[in-house]
T-cell receptor, first 116, second 114 residues
Framework: AQKITQTQPGMFVQEKEAVTLDCTYD???????LFWYKQPSSGEMIFLIY??????QNATEGRYSLNFQKARKSANLVISASQLGDSAMYFC?????????????FGGGTRLMVKP | GAVVSQHPSWVICKSGTSVKIECRSL??????MFWYRQFPKQSLMLMAT?????????EQGVEKDKFLINHASLTLSTLTVTSAHPEDSSFYIC??????????FGPGTRLTVT
């Protein structure tokens, strides 16, 4: 079974509007971390936001927020006030277990295109 | 912030030759580094986990003798693609863990084998 599922291969959003990128995960661990990364066409991976499984509040970083619904095992990324520079691939990832050195498992990614 | 560099950023080599890719953590010591591979329009796939001073742990399906990983110091890990073939052409990305929750990614190396 897929550990990380991103069901939206591609999405369009109008500039200045908000957009939600979906991510569901599958794990039997009680302790895990969820990450979102942005990958522009240049290829570099840019860390956006992190949510720990025991964090009670949803993580926020500027225009990025993570809608963490533990019971549903979802960790959707919300980007508010989209900008043209937000056009990129977005990957959701999970690290299972306590050890921060554990590997990340990535979802298939969502290509976001922001329309002017 | 934490900076990870990779060298070279892109390389073209002939089939049968070997290519070395370096991954450096520039402003922190990384006890663990990770090597990923990404084919066009696909997600990142973990190849191996590299711990300083010990042998790398390879993911299932990754050939240890073909993809040699050396983590000689707390700031440097190298990936050598031996006897490269066109099917090895890909985008290789390393990441380093500083000790907190997130991994810091290098900018990637695009390998083309002709």
């Amino acid at each position: 079974a897929q550990k990380i599922t991103q069901t939206q291969p591609g999405m369009f959003v109008q500039e200045k509007e908000a957009v939600t990128l979906d991510c569901t995960y599958d794990t039997s661990d009680q302790s895990y971390g969820l990450f979102w990364y942005k990958q522009p066409s240049s290829g570099e991976m840019i860390f956006l936001i992190y949510q720990g499984s025991y964090d009670e509040q949803n993580a926020t970083e500027g225009r990025y927020s993570l809608n963490f619904q533990k019971a549903r095992k979802s960790a959707n990324l919300v980007i508010s006030a989209s900008q043209l520079g937000d056009s990129a691939m977005y990957f959701c990832a999970m690290r299972e277990g306590w050890n921060a050195g554990n590997m990340l498992t990535f979802g298939g990614g969502t290509r976001l295109m922001v329309k002017p | 912030g934490a900076v990870v560099s990779q060298h070279p950023s892109w390389v073209i080599c002939k089939s049968g030759t070997s290519v070395k890719i370096e991954c450096r953590s520039l402003d922190f010591q990384a006890t663990t580094m990770f090597w990923y591979r990404q084919f066009p329009k696909q997600s990142l796939m973990l190849m191996a986990t590299s711990n300083e001073g010990s042998k790398a742990t390879y993911e299932q399906g990754v050939e240890k003798d073909k993809f040699l990983i050396n983590h000689a110091s707390l700031t440097l890990s190298t990936l050598t693609v031996t006897s490269a073939h066109p099917e090895d052409s890909s985008f290789y990305i390393c990441s380093a863990r500083r000790g907190g929750a997130e991994q810091y990614f290098g900018p990637g190396t695009r390998l083309t084998v002709t």
